[in-house]
């Protein structure tokens, strides 16, 4: 449990990350990490992760996808901003996305790492992917 001592606010957050993958449900995920963010010098670090394929080099310049990550980061910052939260964002490019968040929220020193997960169904279940499964652990 994070330590809340010196926080303005006992039920939030002093640097919060928030993962976001140009879903629909990023806004309402950037939202409830503004909520959850002490509005008294909290922190938002938005974070999108670009999974670059095996077969190609790790640093690999993938222009069109590289662009979007960009706009998606875009949309964190002007909805933080409208919670005149202060923001970061980052644009990571890794193998997998789940480390790549971890390592993200490690380094940063985040309080709390805040997901969307849209509802997905697999073989006629709900299917949680591979990122929070582990982000979880």
Same mark, same amino acid.
């Given at each position: 449990m994070a330590d809340r001592r010196g926080h303005s606010h006992p039920t939030t957050s002093h640097k919060v990350l928030v993962a976001v993958g140009?879903? %629909?449900? %990023?806004? *309402?995920?950037v939202r409830?990490?503004?909520?959850m963010t002490d509005p008294q010098g909290g922190k938002i670090y938005g974070v999108h992760v670009i *999974? +670059?394929?095996r077969s190609l080099p790790l640093g690999a310049v993938l222009d069109d996808v +590289? %662009?979007?990550? *960009?706009?998606?980061l875009d949309e964190v910052e002007k909805l933080a901003a409208a919670s005149q939260l202060q923001v970061e964002t980052e644009l990571v490019q890794a193998r997998d996305t789940g480390p790549a968040l971890v390592d993200e929220a490690v380094e940063w020193g985040a %309080?709390?790492? +805040?997901m969307g997960l849209p509802y997905k169904r697999r073989f006629g279940e709900f299917n949680l992917g591979k990122t929070v499964p582990? +982000?979880?652990k």
């Open positions: 140009g879903q %629909d449900v %990023d806004e *309402e995920t409830l990490a503004c909520r *999974e +670059v394929n +590289v %662009d979007r990550g *960009e706009k998606i %309080d709390l790492i +805040v582990y +982000v979880l």
